[in-house]
């Protein structure tokens, strides 16, 4: 059984930075793809960035470009979230995601392994 396991939330100010990490056990971490999620309260759930299982391929969000950067260690079994240039409305709560496909995928439904999520908040 695969379980995720975010950490790196927080409080910070807008302009500033955060990384989130995620770390998956259970299953071969080689075999998933990954991703982040977000949701902010009232609103549905965001697609913010994936990578491939061979970190060939990244995709990001229209929204995180050029301000988020996703990247995946093997040796450590973890995927994380550079955010830089925060803005208020970045404030969510963020959800790893794994899926056993290949390439990358912004779609939420492809994904059938969650983590619990971690809260950013971006103060003004």
């Known amino acids: 059984q695969v379980q995720l396991v975010e950490s790196g939330g927080g409080l910070v100010q807008a302009g500033g930075s955060l990384r989130l990490s995620c770390v998956l056990s259970?299953?071969?971490?080689?075999?998933?793809?990954m991703g982040w999620f977000r949701q902010a309260p009232g609103k549905e759930r965001e697609f913010v960035a994936a990578?491939?299982?061979?970190?060939?391929?990244?995709l990001y969000g229209d929204s995180v470009k050029g301000r988020f950067t996703i990247s995946r260690e093997y040796a450590k079994n973890t995927v994380s979230l550079q955010m830089t240039s925060l803005k208020v409305e970045d404030t969510a709560v963020y959800y790893c995601?794994?899926?056993?496909?290949?390439?990358?995928?912004?779609?939420?439904?492809?994904?059938?392994?969650w983590g619990q999520g971690t809260q950013v908040t971006v103060s003004s």
């Open positions: 259970g299953r071969t971490f080689t075999t998933f793809r």
């Open positions: 995601a794994a899926a056993e496909r290949m390439g990358v995928s912004g779609r939420a439904y492809e994904y059938s392994n």
């Open positions: 990578i491939s299982r061979s970190v060939a391929t990244t």
